[in-house]
């Protein structure tokens, strides 16, 4: 059985920065395909970021040059470290990860407010 869970989100001015995790339980998490997506009030949730076994990653391009994706697998451990926040990145931030030969699997999601 496969759980996500979300930590690090919070409010925080525009400019700061904020780090999200996400936990895993689960076997072969190396193998796993991360992904961060955000919703933000009264849109749709969309893709922010990947990360593959190999450490490979991709971003949105709004995001670029802003936020890093991460994984520790010895910890099982996702990472979003988010820098030079805007008001427009305030979002419910969740995890997914995609595993091979099984379902996708969905974190409950963590809010991240940034103020102007």
């Known amino acids: 059985q496969v759980q996500l869970v979300e930590s690090g989100g919070g409010v925080v001015q525009a400019g700061g920065s904020l780090r999200l995790s996400c936990a895993a339980s689960?076997?072969?998490?190396s193998t796993w395909t991360m992904r961060w997506y955000r919703q933000p009030p009264g849109k749709e949730r969309a893709f922010v970021a990947a990360i593959v076994w190999n450490g490979g990653t991709s971003y949105v391009e709004s995001v670029k040059g802003r936020f890093t994706i991460s994984r520790d697998n010895a910890k099982n451990t996702m990472y979003l470290q988010m820098n030079s926040l805007k008001p427009e990145d305030t979002a419910v931030y969740s995890c997914?990860?995609?595993?091979?030969?099984?379902?996708?699997?969905w974190g409950q999601g963590t809010q991240v407010t940034v103020s102007p």
């Open positions: 689960g076997r072969a998490f």
């Open positions: 997914n990860a995609a595993v091979p030969g099984d379902k996708d699997y």
